[in-house]
């Protein structure tokens, strides 16, 4: 069975920065794109950032040049570098990504920044 474990969530000041980590385990033969997205409360879940397995990054507007996702592909892990934080980054970050060609879930990480 194939997992994604989401860390590195927490509380911050605004400006601060945190790094997000997702690891994939279980039986796993391919991974394809990863990556992250958070849910604001009574929205729908909104991409933050996505990697493809060659490195092709891709990032939602409101965190560009604030956020940086990157992958390490031996590991099996995706990770979120998150700078000059905002409240209104407040939010539980997920992960995704495509397993087997097969769509997975982690159960999401809480970012918390006060101002």
């Known amino acids: 069975q194939v997992q994604l474990v989401e860390s590195g969530g927490g509380l911050v000041q605004a400006g601060g920065s945190l790094r997000l980590s997702c690891a994939v385990s279980?039986?796993?033969?391919?991974?394809?794109?990863m990556g992250w997205y958070r849910q604001p409360p009574g929205k729908q879940r909104e991409l933050v950032a996505d990697?493809?397995?060659?490195?092709?990054?891709n990032y939602a507007n409101s965190v560009k040049d604030r956020f940086t996702i990157s992958r390490d592909n031996a590991k099996n892990t995706v990770y979120l570098e998150m700078n000059s934080l905002k409240p209104e980054d407040t939010d539980v970050y997920y992960c995704?990504?495509?397993?087997?060609?097969?769509?997975?879930w982690g159960k999401g990480t809480l970012v918390t920044v006060s101002s």
């Open positions: 990697i493809t397995s060659g490195g092709t990054t």
């Open positions: 279980g039986s796993i033969f391919s991974i394809r794109a």
């Open positions: 995704d990504a495509y397993v087997n060609l097969r769509h997975y």
